[in-house]
């Protein structure tokens, strides 16, 4: 029994795609399963302007992979955006003023025709009031939307509108998106209460705790305090953040849930194994560089690289440069990350960033011992307790070293899978329904902050 309040959950992102955004989509997908297996029930909310088709085909091959319960959990703004007569659905009809287009700008159509959307070139283009145009079947404007803030928040008034009118009961909104969040704080529903998830680092390089802001995350740090509660995904993370910008958000320690296999065999003869998309952020040329080392001293050992990504041909040449054809592997994108771990002796991760790492969770989950460079953020946390080796952050000789440490001692791989089985138990999707039951009640427990 997880605790979750008598609401109704939304689970709100710009879009889920297959194969897209990487940890991203399936963190979002694997919380909403996992709020359905707790007893909470969420619908998955997207604001992608793609075509009803589109969607429906990517939801059926969520539902396809197990990722997503029923294609029924999805719905997007503008497959809603379309009435019964091919116009404008009625509750964006109410929310339209007389208004027209903005001449200086071009438009494309979305939605059937019932809406025009303007192209705003501006990395804040979210923020943007450019009129948005409504039509009706016959293809005449009805009026405008001053802005995508408005048009999002008219549509999950409608949506909360709906759920209420079905059963009387409050909202918890859980925004995945930091955009999508900085248009949100003005929702003015008291009966909304708003978490905001974290998926990654606020940090430029060099990442240190003093390191610049990202741009795209001043403004959402700005507005930060205003949500009900926002839930970081490592402690060091949660830590960093307040002693920098001060503890007037309601901050929560909340690490994405990773299921654990009842039981595993440990492949002791396995390969070293990286997961993870092929992108200069994930500096798989240092684990390659890394394992000429490592052939060197274990002649026998094999490392594969899955994923797939715009650095494959680099990755590719890099190994060919090295001599590495027959120790180095990148076999593609998997669906079925965990047989890859099965079948290894060791998980690599070399990213220069992380906002937790999946992949590593589930490495851990999987009893399969971790080298990583001890990066902000996930890996410290993660190891706090065993289950892997950290090297100094960009250091490849200690990086091989402690490959080669971890392949040689048989004894040294057995104890850290042992130590990632009971590491992982922390990051336990029961664990994070618990943490996310008493999130939603304290925040239901008081006046919304926004």
């Known amino acids: 029994m997880t605790g979750f309040p008598d609401a109704w959950y939304l689970i709100l992102s710009s879009r889920l795609i297959p194969d897209l955004d990487g940890g991203y989509t399936i963190s979002t997908l694997a919380r909403a399963r996992q709020m359905a297996d707790a007893g909470a029930p969420a619908l998955l909310l997207t604001v992608d302007p793609g075509a009803a088709d589109a969607h429906a085909d990517q939801r059926a091959e969520f539902v396809r992979r197990g990722a997503a319960g029923a294609s029924e959990v999805f719905r997007n703004l503008f497959d809603e955006a379309v009435g019964p007569d091919g116009g404008a659905a009625e509750w964006l009809r109410a929310a339209a003023r007389p208004g027209e287009a903005d001449p200086t ?80 704080v003005d929702w003015d529903d008291p009966d909304v209460r708003i978490l905001h998830t974290v998926h990654t680092i606020h940090l430029e390089p060099p990442f240190t705790a003093d390191a610049p802001i990202n741009a795209l995350w001043e403004r959402w740090l700005a507005v930060a305090p205003r949500f009900d509660a926002v839930l970081w995904p490592t402690p060091w993370q949660h830590d960093d953040v307040r002693a920098r910008f001060g503890d007037d958000r309601v901050d929560v320690v909340a690490p994405h849930g990773i299921p654990m296999p009842d039981a595993v065999t440990y492949a002791a003869d396995g390969p070293v194994v990286v997961l993870g998309r092929l992108a200069p952020g994930k500096r ?103 289950g892997g080796i950290l090297v100094p952050d960009g250091d490849e000789v200690a990086l091989a070293d402690a490959l080669v440490r971890a392949l040689r001692d048989a004894a040294l791989r057995e104890r850290l899978a042992a130590e990632a089985r009971a590491a992982a138990v922390a990051l336990s999707p029961a664990r994070a329904m618990q943490t996310l039951a008493a999130a939603a009640a304290e925040a239901l427990s008081r006046p919304t902050r926004r």
């Open 105 to 184: 700008l071009e438009y494309r159509s979305v939605a059937g025709g019932a809406v025009d959307l303007p192209n705003v070139v501006d990395p804040h283009w979210h923020l943007a009031t450019a009129p948005i145009v409504v039509r009706n079947a016959a293809g005449d404007a009805l009026g405008v939307i001053d802005g995508f803030g408005a048009l999002y928040r008219a549509w999950l008034t409608h949506v909360a509108a709906g759920l209420r009118a079905e059963r009387d009961r409050p909202v918890v909104l859980i925004c995945e998106s930091r955009q999508l969040g900085e248009l949100l």
């Open 284 to 386: 798989l040329d240092h684990a390659i560089r890394a394992f000429a080392r490592v052939v060197g001293e274990v002649p026998a050992a094999r490392l594969e690289l899955w994923g797939a990504g715009p650095g494959r041909e680099a990755l590719e040449t890099l190994v060919a440069e090295l001599g590495l054809g027959d120790a180095v592997s990148l076999p593609g994108l998997t669906l079925d990350p965990g047989a890859v771990l099965d079948a290894a002796s060791v998980y690599l991760t070399t990213s220069a960033f992380e906002g937790q790492g999946l992949a590593l969770a589930e490495a851990l989950a999987h009893g399969v011992p971790v080298v990583a460079y001890d990066i902000r953020y996930g890996p410290r946390d993660m190891l706090a307790e065993g």
